[in-house]
């Protein structure tokens, strides 16, 4: 292999870089990137961007010398359009791009509301030109409708209660983050909210939007008209394979590989939020949507390419997840969604709080809120499957550790 394209430079794509070259591979790289900046840390831009006044060169990754350094080709602000994997070629601004070697790490794109009209003041957030200009509008007293209580919603909330805005955050379940830890400790974002001046609204689903040209008002399925200077969408993202669409790779919430995170062909792998492949630990094909999955991924995927597929190995990882709300750091791996969730620190109204998701004696997942240390005691013993048999038992095996 003398020339691999690696298209997508966030942090699965880079990490890809990186580890081309760490292993030792000494040929072309060319990195490709629908996004004009150099590749940046993503999780920042509903945290620290909104509060402050840190600006885009504070979160690259790399000095863009570093590249030039690796003899790395940057190529920003170009899509790559189509992929030929018979001629081993990708088209990008009309024009054929040859590879030996291919990752793709394209990632995934906020997912839009469609509600037939464009106004001003309604925005998504997944890049920083999206954080800038959120940013750009909420002022102490903005009144800031936030659609979706994820984890970006939340923090976007978090955010924005924190410069004085007055938040409203909708959220068409039973209750806030959900789809990430259950409704059983969804409740607990829902006091958080509540605790922080954040109007939360549960089961409200969004209709349509009001104003003229900026939008006024967010409208609900019950009729309510919600006043809004600014609206942020947060309801979930969408994974970036539309240019693969003729390739003959098998496209399915995402793009789907094997358990070595490879495509098809035997040049092609893939890493990051764009790759459903079947992940050993969690017992089915998943698609991960989490920074520390998509950077092990980028590294797997670059090592199993240099390694060729009969050499490549799988990759399993207990998925974890953190985020930041309310001064609160929030920690979760794992399964959430199955066994019960059982509190060993704490209970949910408190901080810190720490609880297992238990599966008979398995654990199968961990929640944590300030709780950094435990929660990465219960990890390993998850990780090492060792469960407990009662909460006594798990606490005093806590206890033991520290
Ligand atoms: C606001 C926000 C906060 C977050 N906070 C957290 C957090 O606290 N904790 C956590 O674990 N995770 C968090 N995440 C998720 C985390 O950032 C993602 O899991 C991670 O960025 C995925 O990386 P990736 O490299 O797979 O793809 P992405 O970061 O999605 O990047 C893909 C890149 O590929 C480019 N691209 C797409 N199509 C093409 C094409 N055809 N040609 C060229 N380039 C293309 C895109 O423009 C993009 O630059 C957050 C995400 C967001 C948006």
Redesign the pocket.
């Known amino acids: 292999m003398r020339n691999i394209v690696v298209?997508?430079?966030?942090?699965?794509?880079?990490?890809a870089v990186e580890t081309l070259r760490r292993e030792g591979f000494e040929g072309d790289i060319t990195l490709?990137?629908?996004?004009p900046?150099a590749?940046y840390?993503?999780?920042?831009?509903?945290?620290q961007i909104l509060t402050s006044e840190i600006g885009p060169a504070e979160l690259q990754y790399r000095e863009i010398d570093w590249f030039a350094q690796q003899e790395v080709t940057l190529r920003l602000g170009?899509?790559?359009?189509q992929l030929d994997v018979r001629a081993k070629r990708l088209r990008?601004g009309g024009q054929w791009l040859r590879y030996d070697g291919l990752i793709v790490?394209?990632?995934?794109?906020?997912r839009k509301l469609h509600t037939g009209r464009a106004l001003k003041g309604i925005h998504t957030?997944?890049?920083i030109d999206?954080?800038l200009a959120i940013r750009e509008s909420i002022l102490p007293g903005t009144r800031v409708v936030i659609i979706g209580a994820g984890?970006?919603g939340s923090?976007?909330a978090s955010s924005a209660a924190s410069s004085g805005a007055q938040v409203t955050l909708l959220e068409v379940a039973e209750t806030a983050m959900s789809r990430a830890v259950g409704a059983q400790l969804g409740h607990v974002f829902a006091r958080l909210h509540e605790e922080f001046g954040v109007n939360l609204v549960c089961k409200a689903r969004v209709t349509g939007f009001g104003g003229n040209d900026r939008v006024q008002f967010v409208r609900l399925a019950d009729g309510w008209e919600l006043p809004a200077d600014l609206v942020v969408v947060?309801i979930g993202?969408e994974p970036?394979t539309?240019?693969l669409s003729d390739s003959g790779l098998t496209l399915d919430d995402g793009l789907l590989c094997d358990d070595t995170l490879n495509a098809g062909p035997e040049t092609v792998y893939a890493?990051?939020?764009?790759?459903a492949w079947p992940n050993a630990w969690w017992g089915g094909v998943m698609r991960?949507?989490?920074?520390?999955?998509?950077?092990d991924?980028?590294m797997h995927a670059a090592q199993n390419l240099l390694l060729g597929r009969a050499r490549a190995r799988p990759f399993s990882t207990i998925p974890?997840?953190?985020?930041?709300q309310y001064g609160c750091r929030i920690q979760v791996a794992g399964r959430t969604d199955l066994g019960e969730a059982v509190s060993l620190i704490g209970d949910p109204s408190q901080r810190p709080f720490l609880c297992a998701y238990r599966h008979g004696n398995e654990i199968t997942g961990v929640f944590a809120i300030d709780a950094p240390r435990a929660f990465a005691t219960l990890r390993s013993r998850m990780q090492q499957h060792r469960g407990f048999a009662t909460a006594t038992e798990g606490v005093s095996a806590l206890a033991d550790a520290d």
């Not at 298209?7 to 990490?15: D, M, N, Y």
Request: hydrophobic share 45%.
């Open positions: 298209v997508g430079a966030s942090v699965a794509g880079l990490r490709v990137s629908g996004e900046h590749p840390d993503r999780p920042p831009l509903s945290k170009e899509h790559a359009e990008i790490a394209t990632g995934a794109r906020a957030l997944r890049t999206d954080a984890f970006v923090e976007v947060g993202v970036n539309e240019w890493a990051g939020d764009v790759v991960g949507e989490q920074w520390l999955v998509a950077a991924q980028g974890y997840f953190w985020t930041d």
